[in-house]
């Protein structure tokens, strides 16, 4: 891509250098820990489902089971593929018999030299058992993920940007209304919205749900209905539809493996939301997204990062180069968990104030600065929100640049607008509307950016260069003192957190030596890109 904002390659190349070394140092500063809901997706993965009569959640059983006895420092693979040797039963039959009191992992006897198949000792014929048992159930989804591929080639994918459309009732049941609706107006992708404060919560609520605030609960049966919905429409209408959920949270990894089983396209996948705003403890979140990512990546999932959540809570034109430095951090720590660029979708957004003169002007390098920044990623481009005050009409009008920054910038992914921004939940025809707006812009401007070059030293070229030069400055400060410390100094969204406070803290576990994980491990060795240590 021919750079339009005449950036210094080698400011460029030094932004990139300090990300991966920020990276490098999270890595390292998570290493030797994993957390319960790291645990409870490799059950997850194997296989295991369901509740018990209290309804909570069998992975919920069986890792709990497992840490109260102090055991989960080995990872609780080790305890089911011990298990599964002793008993020869299933990773959801041993969780059923666990859940009624009929089985105690922690005090069957190690299985010995003996039932290895290759005589080289207990712990690997464990390994062995589990991890196999891991790679069918993988072979497994990788099946569903092939079938889903072909079908996307077969009935056509919509062309970048993607019409990214954010929907949800509280009933799964409305929501398949909705999103069919949606479809039938234009949108690519349907976000089925979390239930506020899910984040919050240290399972995953079991079955189809039909009351949720402010959102639909994010569980497997609820993915289950929305997919069959949308493959259903995509089918009768010869169009694909991609599916959409929120993987963030106390239970990141948890959801990634949900969806994986439930072909989902893309996920909302990224730590510092709930760090930031939801008090998540730092390293339990970035252990969670770490493993998560890992399995988004593993899955071809497109993964969506929150910095336009940033400007919901920090000044639009002062918090830009925070944004900017954000997005090299968390594309780092994405490709170190194995995301390959294309599924990568960086977040921006269109927050500066209306009243602000020359506001398009600002946007518009803002965009144009990501989007040469990370050529290879789809970028999600998110609309006008903060400022927004109850005026559909000024609204609307906000909406309009914003699509048209959108074409012009060549945005990956668009999170449409709808006039209805700060009012109340929008309702169907909000969204039409907001899709018909999106239609009309980018239809009349499709190949304006190809047309337009900036002023050299203008407005544009120079907001570009001195917002990469403060992500410069930010990186090379992040990179001596550590991410850690730079959440603790309110350097993202002017939110402070500690790394010694915050919710989920107690699930974080001190891994043994003997400690493994056959999900990562199989992951890391099939994965397009070699995953650095840690």
Known sequence: ????????????????????????????????????????????????????????????????????????????????????????????????????????????????????????????????????????????????????RAMRERLGDAPAPLRYVLTATGDVYEDVVHAKAVAQAGGDIVAVIRSTAQSLLDYVPYGPTTEGYGGTFATQANFKIMREAMDEWSEQHGRYVRLS???????????????????????????????????????????????????????????????????????????????????????????ASGVPDAQIALGDAFEIDVPVRNGLLYEWAQAQLTRELFPDCPVKYMPPTRHMDGNLFRTHAADTLFNLVTIATGQGIQTIGVPTEGIFTPHIHDRVLGLQNVDYVFNAAHDLGEEIEFKRGGIVQTHAQEVLAGAHELLERIAQTGLFKAIEDATFGDVSRSEDEGRGIEGIVEVDEAYFNPLTDLMSETSHFTLRAG
């Open 1 to 148: 891509m021919k750079s339009k904002l005449d950036l210094d390659p080698g400011v460029v190349a030094a932004c990139r250098q300090a990300a991966h070394q920020i990276s490098d140092d999270v890595i390292k500063r998570i290493d030797g820990h994993t957390t319960v809901s790291v645990e409870r997706s490799i059950t997850r993965l194997l296989g295991v489902d369901g509740a018990n009569d209290l309804d909570v959640p069998l992975p919920n059983v069986l890792v709990d089971h497992v840490h109260d006895g102090g055991g989960l420092g080995r990872g609780i693979a080790h305890w089911l593929g011990n298990a599964m040797l002793h008993t020869g039963h299933t990773p959801q039959q041993i969780a059923e018999a666990v859940s009624a009191g009929n089985l105690d992992l922690l005090s069957l006897e190690h299985t010995d030299e003996s039932a290895s198949s290759n005589g080289l000792g207990a712990v690997t014929a464990i390994q062995e058992r589990v991890t196999s048992e891991c790679a069918k159930r993988l072979h497994e989804i990788n099946a569903r993920f092939d079938e889903r």
């Open 245 to 335: 959920s929120f993987c963030s949270g106390l239970c990141m990894s948890e959801i990634a493996a949900m969806g994986a089983w439930e072909g989902f396209d893309n996920m909302v996948n990224d730590a510092l939301y709930g760090i930031l705003y939801r008090d998540i403890n730092i390293v339990r979140g970035l252990i969670d997204q770490r493993v998560s990512r890992m399995i988004n990546g593993y899955f071809g999932v497109t993964i969506n990062t929150g910095e336009d959540n940033y400007l919901r809570t920090a000044d639009a034109l002062e918090a830009a180069p925070s944004v900017t430095a954000s997005q090299f951090v968390n594309y780092e720590l994405a490709r």
